[in-house]
């Protein structure tokens, strides 16, 4: 307490601060929450978008094999298909953080290499290769977020835990301090003016 100045205006200026520290900690843990729900729902969507992701692959995979297999390699036929441009990214603000977001805005997918010389196998593998592409651009959008989540998330925690385990009891501390200091002088005045009077009443009386 050396460095801590015992008056009413230092502490008044304690209580000024404690009050703000305190107003920060519980706007941070609401932060905190907010996030931390946030990427709990994220969580969810992962999974679900994995296993689409997963079954589709598979779909995909066992449709080129048969493909592949009645037309033979489809190598050349595949160098038909566009290059996907229709990616557009944005951001959206959540309690501050900034997360990606990103939609294909390409036209509806649609054969480009013909009919001559293909099968079914062949367009049942580019429509599913085709909707995996969707899946793994929603699936990196969330997986980024959760990221940028977690990174918040952390950052907050380690935030609130400053202002929890070290400003606000410093703080609560230097107030004791100052009180005790201040409550311990007028004791003292009290004491003195008393002793004042006292003297007074006996020079009188003489």
């Not at 230092?10 to 305190?22: I, N």
């Not at 009919?115 to 367009?123: A, E, F, P, R, S």
């Not at 202002?163 to 703080?171: D, E, S």
Request: proline residues 3%; aromatic residues 6%.
């Amino acid at each position: 307490m050396a460095n801590v100045n015992p008056t009413k205006n230092e502490l008044l200026r304690a209580r000024r601060s404690l009050a703000l520290a305190q107003k920060g900690f519980e706007l941070l843990d609401r932060k905190r929450n907010i996030l931390t729900h946030e990427i709990m729902a994220m969580l969810d969507d992962i999974k679900a978008i994995q296993n689409q992701i997963t079954d589709t692959y598979a779909a995909a995979y066992r449709a080129l094999q048969n493909a592949n297999l009645t037309l033979g390699i489809c190598d050349i036929i595949a160098e038909s298909v566009p290059i996907e441009m229709g990616l557009e990214l944005d951001w959206r603000s959540v309690m501050g953080v900034e997360l990606p977001t990103a939609e294909l805005n390409s036209p509806p997918a649609r054969n480009t290499y013909g009919y001559y010389g293909t099968n079914y196998y062949l367009d049942e593998a580019f429509l599913k290769f085709n909707e995996v592409k969707k899946l793994t651009v929603k699936l990196a959008v969330i997986e980024d977020s959760v990221v940028r989540l977690a990174v918040a998330i952390k950052k907050t925690q380690t935030r609130a835990n400053a202002l929890k385990n070290n400003v606000i009891p410093r703080l609560l501390e230097n107030i004791r301090f100052i009180t005790d200091q201040l409550e311990e002088r007028e004791r003292e005045e009290f004491s003195r003016m008393k002793v004042v009077k006292s003297q007074g009443a006996d020079d009188k009386t003489k």
